[in-house]
């Protein structure tokens, strides 16, 4: 079984929001105070209902709250919907389960109220099974569900040392579930310590106490004193057990780094559920993680995405195409397909929840595994997984190929621009301040992702109308036939890809295009004589010859034909830098053409406007 939906109400900044996760690792990526946290605490609060303990507890503080802060409703739920149940679990979860939703499907409900009696506030917790909410289900029901969390701020030296909330210490007694394995282990450890209370070393030490104590005490109140180990009991073995880690000679953990120390934290706690889950105490093993980044580097962190990718056995995998023809509730599951991984043949399934800022994770998870949260349509909280996007098999696998950390920092985006190559990425930010836009475009949240040439069509289903709804534009160029020099911005051609484009401007996707190229349209917006200068850094020569042709042109679109006939296209890129960075630090009347205010215009716009919104 696995935790297939969750569906929030009035919990903490979510409203009202449905996500639906895989098996597996489940990805949850988005900017800050998106809600990340709060759902990582309503997991917490609907998989801890069994009679085991808990670590956290629902209060009023939980209460859904506006924007100042003030306190909007007395009362919030949580809708946890699993799904594959197998037939001893349908057996244990049998008051859970919602058969019209599908014969393995079961739901957990959990509702936190505030009830006024005699003038003062009573918190009321009610927790139901199945489709209908009744009677309160037993606790005992829920014992298959085990989850652990890691806090993003973890103190891992805390988790692992000696003592009784030792992480080791629980390990240890789930690979040693039986008395009989557990009293061999005392029986070795009374031996050992029978043979060193023989020795010399407590035999003296024993002496020197004694003929102190007889001359502190006096002869007549003197009494004996002895020196033994503690007693061998198996609970406190564990419990003295001390972790150690490093690369060839295992350390103290006070003598590494953060980093180690978490990943050692991480492995400890994934071998104590996946004990648990081999030893048939749980039904369902979940591992919550906040920022799994914290304190490693890129390298590591790829590591360790690819590891919790891995958990998931490959039978696992190879079913999921099926799940969406098993259960209607599987309509937003539908056309996954997972990359293959290798697999240790000793892995236990474990879900896996992990919240993260990072693209570097972002761009590593098959992208079945992503949930991106962000601030949708009028501010409001949104959620939308991946899996759901109705991308074609060779699309996804474009996009697999093609995300790397710099374009993966779209799912972390307010806004997004998808440009055609790297002129674009260069010169956008400097001519959007040249437009009066007072803010940096990183700093309004704006991606611009460089999708090379031909790519767009595997991205812009990423913003359709069911998709993520964020204001995005796909900048590119209208590519008449090359004899074509258009008078003004008024598009009279375009090439078949372009027109193709055009039919993807649906939701909150924009297409704006150049009536030729960009580098033309920049001269016909009468730039011409401040593009050859750029132009002369890189080729004096050329740039010579391109001044002089300019100079002869008598108006804005003579003088664009002049400056592209000696316009060498293999030299865009550097020529975009050049001229970023005339524009940056010599440039002050540069025109902006048309298509690239449009673009521009509408994301900053559609930004502000919810920035307005929400004040």
Same mark, same amino acid.
């Not at 639906?20 to 990582?40: D, R």
């Not at 014992?143 to 701020?153: H, K, M, P, T, W």
């Not at 050992?192 to 020197?208: C, T």
């Not at 002129?423 to 949240?445: C, M, T, V, W």
């Given at each position: 079984m696995y935790l297939a939906e969750l569906e929030i109400k009035k919990f903490r900044c979510l409203e009202e929001i449905s996500f639906y996760f895989q098996p597996g690792l489940n990805v949850i990526v988005g900017e800050n105070n998106?809600?990340?946290?709060?759902?990582?605490? =309503?997991?917490?609060?609907?998989?801890?209902?069994?009679?085991?303990? &808990?670590?956290?507890? =629902?209060?009023?503080?939980?209460?859904?709250?506006?924007?100042?802060a003030k306190t909007t409703d007395n009362f919030f739920e949580i809708h946890a919907t699993f799904e594959k149940l197998s037939i001893e679990e349908q057996g244990q979860f049998s008051l859970c389960l919602a058969p019209t939703i599908g014969k393995d499907v079961a739901q957990i409900h959990m509702r936190f109220e505030i009830i006024k009696k005699n003038g003062r506030n009573r918190p009321r917790t009610i927790v139901w099974g199945g489709e209908k909410e009744g009677e309160n289900i037993p606790f005992e029901?829920?014992?298959?569900?085990?989850?652990?969390?890691?806090?993003?701020? &973890?103190?891992?030296?805390?988790?692992?040392?000696?003592?009784?909330?030792?992480?080791?210490? &629980?390990?240890?007694?789930?690979?040693?579930?039986?008395?009989? *394995?557990?009293?061999?282990?005392?029986?070795l450890v009374k031996s050992a310590h029978e043979n060193i209370e023989k020795g010399d070393l407590l035999r003296q030490a024993k002496k020197e106490i004694n003929s102190r104590l007889k001359g502190i005490t006096g002869e007549f109140m003197a009494q004996s004193a002895d020196l033994r180990f503690s007693p061998p009991e198996f609970r406190k073995i564990a419990e003295s057990i001390r972790a150690l880690v490093g690369y060839k000679v295992p350390l103290d953990l006070e003598e590494n780094g953060l980093g180690y120390n978490n990943l050692l934290y991480i492995a400890t706690v994934l071998g104590e559920l996946q004990q648990a889950k081999a030893t048939d105490e749980i039904d369902?093993?979940?591992?919550?993680?906040?920022?799994?980044?914290?304190?490693?580097?890129?390298?590591?962190?790829?590591?360790?995405?690819?590891?919790?990718?891995?958990?998931?056995?490959?039978?696992?995998?190879?079913?999921?195409?099926?799940?969406?023809?098993?259960n209607n509730h599987s309509k937003n599951t539908e056309n996954i397909g997972k990359e293959?991984?290798? *697999?240790?043949?000793?892995?236990?399934?474990?879900?896996?929840?992990?919240?993260?800022?990072?693209?570097?994770?972002?761009? &590593?998870?098959?992208?079945?595994?992503?949930?991106?949260?962000?601030?949708?349509?009028?501010?409001?909280?949104?959620?939308?997984?991946? =899996? @759901?996007?109705?991308?074609?098999?060779?699309?996804?696998?474009?996009?697999?190929?093609?995300?790397?950390?710099?374009?993966?920092?779209l799912f972390f985006a307010r806004g997004v621009f998808l440009v055609e190559g790297i002129s674009e990425?260069?010169?956008?930010?400097?001519?959007?301040?040249?437009?009066?836009?007072?803010?940096?475009?990183?700093?309004?949240?704006?991606?611009?992702?460089?999708?090379?040439?031909?790519?767009?069509?595997?991205?812009?289903?990423?913003?359709?109308?069911?998709a993520l709804?964020?204001?995005a534009v796909l900048v590119t160029d209208a590519d008449p036939k090359p004899d074509v020099f258009p008078e003004n911005f008024e598009i009279k051609e375009m090439s078949e890809t372009a027109k193709n484009l055009q039919k993807h401007?649906?939701?909150?996707?924009?297409?704006c295009l150049a009536v030729k190229t960009l580098e033309y349209d920049l001269a016909l917006a009468g730039n011409a004589q401040y593009m050859a200068k750029a132009y002369k850094k890189i080729r004096p020569?050329?740039?010579?010859?391109?001044?002089? =042709?300019?100079?002869?042109? @008598?108006?804005?679109?003579?003088?664009?034909?002049?400056?592209?006939? @000696?316009?060498?296209? *293999?030299?865009k890129a550097k020529f975009a830098q050049e001229l970023a960075q005339s524009l940056a630090c010599e440039i002050a009347d540069f025109k902006v053409p048309p298509y690239v205010q449009n673009a521009i215009n509408y994301v900053i716009n559609a930004i502000n406007g919810k920035a307005n919104s929400q004040n």
């Amino acid at each position: 079984m696995y935790l297939a939906e969750l569906e929030i109400k009035k919990f903490r900044c979510l409203e009202e929001i449905s996500f639906y996760f895989q098996p597996g690792l489940n990805v949850i990526v988005g900017e800050n105070n998106t809600g990340k946290s709060a759902l990582i605490d =309503a997991l917490r609060l609907i998989l801890s209902l069994g009679t085991g303990k &808990r670590d956290i507890f =629902a209060s009023e503080d939980d209460l859904h709250h506006d924007s100042k802060a003030k306190t909007t409703d007395n009362f919030f739920e949580i809708h946890a919907t699993f799904e594959k149940l197998s037939i001893e679990e349908q057996g244990q979860f049998s008051l859970c389960l919602a058969p019209t939703i599908g014969k393995d499907v079961a739901q957990i409900h959990m509702r936190f109220e505030i009830i006024k009696k005699n003038g003062r506030n009573r918190p009321r917790t009610i927790v139901w099974g199945g489709e209908k909410e009744g009677e309160n289900i037993p606790f005992e029901i829920l014992d298959g569900i085990r989850s652990v969390y890691l806090e993003a701020l &973890r103190d891992a030296q805390v988790g692992l040392k000696p003592g009784r909330k030792s992480r080791i210490s &629980r390990l240890l007694h789930l690979i040693v579930p039986s008395s009989e *394995k557990s009293s061999e282990l005392e029986e070795l450890v009374k031996s050992a310590h029978e043979n060193i209370e023989k020795g010399d070393l407590l035999r003296q030490a024993k002496k020197e106490i004694n003929s102190r104590l007889k001359g502190i005490t006096g002869e007549f109140m003197a009494q004996s004193a002895d020196l033994r180990f503690s007693p061998p009991e198996f609970r406190k073995i564990a419990e003295s057990i001390r972790a150690l880690v490093g690369y060839k000679v295992p350390l103290d953990l006070e003598e590494n780094g953060l980093g180690y120390n978490n990943l050692l934290y991480i492995a400890t706690v994934l071998g104590e559920l996946q004990q648990a889950k081999a030893t048939d105490e749980i039904d369902l093993a979940v591992l919550l993680i906040e920022e799994p980044e914290s304190h490693l580097h890129p390298h590591m962190q790829t590591v360790l995405i690819d590891y919790l990718q891995s958990l998931l056995p490959q039978g696992e995998q190879d079913s999921d195409n099926n799940l969406a023809t098993e259960n209607n509730h599987s309509k937003n599951t539908e056309n996954i397909g997972k990359e293959n991984l290798s *697999k240790d043949s000793s892995s236990i399934p474990v879900q896996v929840f992990v919240t993260s800022h990072s693209p570097v994770l972002a761009s &590593r998870v098959d992208l079945d595994s992503l949930n991106i949260i962000y601030f949708g349509k009028d501010n409001s909280i949104t959620s939308y997984p991946i =899996a @759901n996007c109705p991308l074609e098999p060779e699309e996804k696998q474009y996009l697999r190929r093609f995300l790397d950390v710099t374009k993966a920092q779209l799912f972390f985006a307010r806004g997004v621009f998808l440009v055609e190559g790297i002129s674009e990425a260069l010169l956008l930010p400097e001519l959007a301040r040249i437009l009066g836009h007072p803010y940096p475009l990183d700093k309004l949240g704006i991606s611009i992702v460089n999708v090379q040439s031909l790519g767009f069509k595997n991205f812009v289903k990423l913003f359709q109308e069911k998709a993520l709804l964020i204001p995005a534009v796909l900048v590119t160029d209208a590519d008449p036939k090359p004899d074509v020099f258009p008078e003004n911005f008024e598009i009279k051609e375009m090439s078949e890809t372009a027109k193709n484009l055009q039919k993807h401007e649906v939701g909150f996707l924009k297409v704006c295009l150049a009536v030729k190229t960009l580098e033309y349209d920049l001269a016909l917006a009468g730039n011409a004589q401040y593009m050859a200068k750029a132009y002369k850094k890189i080729r004096p020569q050329k740039g010579g010859d391109m001044e002089q =042709a300019i100079s002869k042109g @008598n108006n804005n679109w003579e003088k664009a034909k002049a400056f592209w006939h @000696n316009f060498d296209t *293999k030299d865009k890129a550097k020529f975009a830098q050049e001229l970023a960075q005339s524009l940056a630090c010599e440039i002050a009347d540069f025109k902006v053409p048309p298509y690239v205010q449009n673009a521009i215009n509408y994301v900053i716009n559609a930004i502000n406007g919810k920035a307005n919104s929400q004040n």
